[in-house]
């Protein structure tokens, strides 16, 4: 299974980005997708997710009504949008995927799968 991450990069605050989230390598489709980040010196936090089917999402508290996920299953490839963004947005996102949505709601330690991470830099 591999997870290419991309769409990071150095934003204005208040600007936007669209995160995207390669999968491939899964034998069925029927996996969770969830974003998680981190912040300079801080741990890594789960920001969304995704079932499979797409039907179900969950955003973090903090972060509902500025960030939002959706995936197409035909590409393979999950999004984050990311909106409004603030300097405490900066961070490096990741995408995860696994066949359980434990790590959505357990953490990080429930991933099964990694991708690389992508950069987002916002500048006031």
């Known amino acids: 299974v591999q997870l290419q991450a991309s769409g990071g990069g150095l934003v204005q605050a208040g600007g936007s980005l669209r995160l995207t989230c390669a999968v491939s390598?899964?034998?069925?489709?029927?996996?969770?997708i969830a974003w998680f980040r981190q912040a300079p010196g801080k741990g890594r936090e789960v920001v969304s997710c995704i079932s499979a089917e797409g039907g179900r999402k969950y955003v973090a508290d903090a972060l509902k009504g500025r960030f939002s996920i959706d995936r197409d299953n035909v590409k393979k490839e999950g999004y984050l949008y990311l909106e409004n963004l603030q300097e405490g947005d900066t961070a490096v996102y990741y995408c995860a995927a696994d066949y359980a949505a434990t790590m959505c709601y357990r953490g990080q330690e429930y991933v099964d799968y990694w991708g690389q991470g992508t950069l987002v830099t916002v500048s006031s």
């Open positions: 390598g899964f034998k069925t489709p029927y996996f969770v």
